[in-house]
């Protein structure tokens, strides 16, 4: 299956994805993980990743773009994957479902975790202390929310008029949330062949 998580930062998309992982067997593809190991190499280009990620910006499009079709095309991602942090634009989505066109796998389905921005604010905090994550401080976050509101929110929509999208309440229990997920799932999950 192919999922994405559609969230803001502080939902608990990675969260849900590492329980997803062992129940579904497919990996789990964080871009904002890919995006950060760039950072830590030396190079020009985690340099240029840095300045990004250290501003709460989203890295270009089809940079992010690249680095997903890379992952996609290796062994461990022919049963699917579930994609955490991508697409964060229209642009992103676009670009990943003409990729799925092209490589006859489509997308299953689009799980939004809705959690109140307070909220949000709490637990990226709260992270940054237990992680040591240099990009949540309280302006970074802030940043990251107005990007997200305004950049990926649309990705709602967007998966709405694909029939694709499911609204989980990510305020609740992690048991309760996964619950939700699971059920959503097996709404979109593909009939077996034959």
């Not at 502080?10 to 849900?16: D, E, P, R, S, W």
């Not at 949000?120 to 509101?149: P, S």
Request: charged share 30%; glycine share 6%.
């Amino acid at each position: 299956m192919l999922i994405v998580f559609i969230g803001p930062p502080g939902a608990g998309k990675g969260t849900q994805c590492r329980r997803l992982v062992d129940s579904l067997s497919i990996p789990h593809l964080s871009t904002g993980e890919m995006l950060r190991a760039v950072k830590r190499q030396e190079s020009a280009l985690s340099r240029w990743v840095a300045s990004y990620i250290d501003a709460g910006r989203l890295a270009p499009d089809h940079l992010v773009m690249r680095i997903v079709a890379q992952k996609l095309q290796s062994d461990e991602c022919a049963n699917g994957a579930l994609f955490d942090g991508f697409p964060r634009t229209i642009i992103q989505a676009q670009l990943l479902d003409d990729y799925l066109v092209e490589h006859l796998k489509p997308l299953d389905v689009a799980l939004e975790l809705q959690v109140e921005e307070g909220i949000l604010v709490e637990r990226l905090l709260k992270r940054a202390q237990i992680d040591g994550r240099a990009d949540d401080n309280y302006e970074t976050i802030r940043e990251r929310l107005r990007v997200f509101r305004e950049q990926t929110s649309p990705l709602i929509e967007y998966y709405a008029k694909q029939g694709k999208l499911e609204t989980i309440n990510g305020e609740q229990s992690e048991e309760a949330v996964f619950a939700e997920i699971e059920r959503a799932i097996a709404k979109h999950k593909p009939s077996p062949k034959g």
